[in-house]
């Protein structure tokens, strides 16, 4: 069932429904997200059942107000509230000690936990009603199977889960690809994850470096190598490389779409051409929305052209990595 996310009604639905234990679907300014309250470990397991996730693969805590991460915190470091005081409400997630005794089963078992408040109006205004209601987080991983694209328009979380499932319909997602994860629970600052926020705008307003991370780094939403991926097999290839693949191809006919920004589009046998975009936030806005709609148009190779080197590139690149490894 899909609700209108601008609606005062349906989102008081959505918020009772959460409440009372179900799972809802709501946009953020990154992508859809698949929601439980994240102090019921018993409507956080629908989460894990839904999406046939691992049970032990943590998820994100999303909050209405910054003040709200307090609730599921043990404790806040100096460094996380600079973050915060940076990039919330947005698209940045935060590693914390966790409280004891509280949302273990959205923590994956661990002591640590991923909190996140996001900017979209339609995400805070379900998150605050729901807060109303005593509700206070909610648990979100990505509205989708498990290691599968992530969704950025509310018909994408339908195809995956069907009408049963309620879905704030709040438009396509501004950015496109997940939260940037920083690990803040151990001491010094580690990048888990690449989002549009770039590692130099972390750093300025950490007020230090961010490290790699290590060995002993907590599991973190979509970190795994495997991830992101479409039906189709996606390859990364560089510019050369994808020029010459396409000239060797000749006219043989194959179900293959090309993804690049420089090479020529040309009108070669059976392949389908989508060009991406020159800039960095724009690619990550359209990126998931692309494979999705390569995998409906039946194309069983996806050959995309290497993100440039530039930090702004990280994030893209994070994802077609993953998807690439699936």
């Known amino acids: 069932m899909v609700l209108d996310g601008g609606d005062a009604l349906a989102l008081q639905q959505a918020a009772g429904l959460l409440a009372a234990g179900e799972l809802v679907a709501f946009p953020t300014e990154t992508v859809y997200g698949l929601g439980a309250r994240a102090d019921d470990d018993a409507a956080v397991a629908k989460i894990f059942d839904a999406k046939g996730r691992p049970a032990d693969h943590p998820l994100i805590v999303h909050v209405a107000e910054p003040c709200d991460a307090e609730r599921f915190a043990r404790s806040v470091p100096a460094v996380a509230r600079r973050l915060m005081d940076a990039f919330w409400p947005g698209p940045l997630t935060l590693i914390l000690p966790r409280a004891d005794g509280l949302a273990a089963a959205a923590a994956g078992g661990q002591s640590s936990i991923g909190l996140r408040c996001p900017s979209h109006p339609v995400a805070h205004a379900v998150l605050a009603a729901a807060q109303q209601l005593g509700v206070a987080g909610v648990a979100a991983p990505s509205a989708n199977r498990f290691g599968r694209i992530s969704p950025t328009l509310a018909s994408h979380v339908v195809s995956e889960f069907g009408d049963a499932l309620t879905v704030l319909d709040g438009g396509a997602c501004e950015l496109g690809i997940e939260s940037s994860i920083v690990d803040c629970s151990r001491g010094h600052p580690v990048l888990l994850r690449p989002g549009v926020l770039t590692r130099a705008r972390l750093e300025a307003a950490a007020g230090e470096p961010l490290l790699a991370p290590d060995a002993d780094a907590p599991r973190a ?73 390569l995998d409906a148009e039946g194309v069983q190779l996806i050959w995309v052209e290497e993100p440039p080197a530039d930090p702004e590139w990280d994030g893209v690149r994070d994802r077609l990595l993953r998807a690439a490894a699936s």
């Open 221 to 293: 939403s979509g970190t795994l190598a495997a991830h992101y991926a479409p039906n189709a097999k996606l390859r990364l290839m560089s510019q050369q490389m994808l020029t010459s693949a396409l000239q060797l191809l000749g006219d043989r006919p194959m179900k293959l779409a090309v993804y690049s920004r420089s090479v020529p589009l040309g009108a070669a046998n059976g392949v389908r051409h989508r060009r991406m975009p020159a800039l960095p936030d724009q690619a990550a806005h359209e990126l998931f929305s692309v494979l999705r709609e």
